[in-house]
């Protein structure tokens, strides 16, 4: 536990010369993957050079990037590309980050509103009123077909005059199933002709 290097919450992993990488939190070896899912669940982490003690993390998460458009998850277009390139020995140069890290930023924020928006109008939505609806619906053919199976079925809140139905006591359970079956089975036969 003395070789654990934590600064703060952030993580120390060592990367050697033979390009094994070093989780010193855990004390284990991982990979790129597990970076780049520590990366996903916000795990702050530091990609130390094992030799020379440089931070690397730069070169890391941008190694998990090319793997990540190599193995097909292509998210950066074309166009982005180019230009960011473009933009290496610019004037520019030393704005990008700050503007980059700011849209990044501004994008989550907005992606957050878009959820909790989303989220908030679910209640008041015609869609979901319709899918209530629906449900309804289904639970009344089940009760025609099968009396007594559908009683509290998807009503949270429970209608007026209705009981949730008790759990069976006796061990007839299967045979009851079957018996409805049959019966409903014989309602679609005789409609069916």
Avoid: C, W
């Avoid at 679910?122 to 869609?127: F, V």
């Avoid at 009981?163 to 409805?180: C, I, T, V, Y």
């Amino acid at each position: 536990m003395a070789d654990k290097e934590k600064s703060g919450d952030v993580i120390i992993i060592k990367k050697y010369a033979n390009r094994r990488l070093y989780n010193t939190d855990s004390s284990s070896y991982i990979t790129l993957d597990h970076l780049a899912e520590m990366t996903r669940e916000g795990v702050e982490f530091q990609v130390i050079d094992a030799k020379s003690g440089a931070d690397i993390t730069h070169q890391i998460l941008t190694q998990i990037i090319m793997d990540e458009e190599a193995a097909g998850s292509q998210m950066l277009p074309v166009t982005f590309l180019r230009d960011l390139i473009s933009m290496y020995g610019n004037s520019m140069q030393a704005m990008v980050p700050h503007y980059l890290e700011m849209s990044m930023s501004q994008f989550r924020d907005n992606q957050m509103k878009m959820r909790k928006a989303f989220e908030d109008s679910m209640g008041s939505n015609p869609l979901a009123k319709l899918a209530q609806q629906n449900m309804a619906m289904f639970k009344a053919a089940t009760d025609a077909f099968m009396p007594g199976v559908a009683k509290g079925m998807g009503d949270e809140e429970g209608a007026e005059g209705e009981d949730k139905p008790a759990a069976p006591q006796s061990g007839n359970e299967l045979d009851e199933l079957r018996k409805q079956m049959a019966a409903m089975k014989e309602q679609i036969d005789k409609l069916s002709s």
